[in-house]
């Protein structure tokens, strides 16, 4: 059971030994401006590989339940589907449902364990497989693999990581699952954080805020929902930043301009440091370097964001 891309390399590793008897994955969706139907990326794979796909909605419906049952399924295997399952649909196989979640449980349970590894700057996670039960990423732990978060690491970078990683490691768990080679831990709820769901207000740039943070952020939220602020009543996305030294008096918003070291360029004071641009893009604009922005926009310097 998955939806995304970062859900592939287990799919294929698994495919390769064991038999998967159906893929489930995420209804298809409407995409774009000519709101095209979009298949999921595992249901594309899935159908390559000749596995029969099934897309409810939920499992609300007994029917649902069901007909998953008449798979017999020996395990249910589940990598980012973004369906909830419930108490019925866990209780169908015998070895239980596993679940591949991208943080070194109980650290980051919830949607979003990548982003909020980042954003609070750490500099380690992994990849932690577990039994599923009612809770959210509550259950025992059946394997760690731990992997470094590097300066550069983005969501996309290291989520993508992350999944190769588990696509190595799936496969020898779930035969020493099998084989009951592996004794689940217990999580200790005390130590328990949690990553929500990210929506798009989350991007917003509050400049009081320590240009670590938004640093930080920026990087969390790539590639969506990114940061953002407005200039002259448009929506400014700065596609790529990062905390630079500056000693000059500047309010929080106020941009500053900057000697052109590492095509910085410009920055934006915060409420600790300031943030120097590198790339940035204007509502119904190209995205360009923060160079070519000034160049064209001469009276960005000195400006207070958001304007």
Known sequence: MGTPEISLPVLRAVAKEHEVAAVYTRPDASSGRGREVVQSPVKKEALQLGIPVMQPANFKDSHTVSALQAFRP????????????????????????????????????????????????????????????????????????????????????????????????????????????????????????YSGIIRKEDGAISWEEEAGLIWRKAKAYFPWPGIYTTWRGKILKLTEVEPVPYEGPAEPGQVVKLECGADICAGVATGKGLLGIRRIQLEGKKEVTITEFVRGQREFIGSILPD
């Open 74 to 193: 020996e395990l249910i295997l589940v990598v980012a589907y973004g369906v909830i399952l419930p108490k019925t649909v866990l209780a169908v196989p015998p070895l239980g449902a596993v679940n591949v979640h991208f943080s070194i449980l109980p650290r980051y349970r919830g949607a979003s364990p990548v982003a909020g590894a980042i954003l609070a700057g750490d500099r380690f996670t992994g990849v932690s497989i577990m039994l599923m039960e009612a809770g959210i990423d509550t259950g025992p732990v059946l394997s760690v693999s731990q992997v470094p978060i590097f300066s550069w690491d983005n969501t996309l970078s290291l989520s993508r990581r992350l999944a190769g990683i588990s696509g190595g490691v799936t496969g020898e768990v779930l035969a020493a699952w099998r084989n009951k080679e592996i004794v689940p831990r217990l999580q200790d709820g005390s130590r328990a954080t």
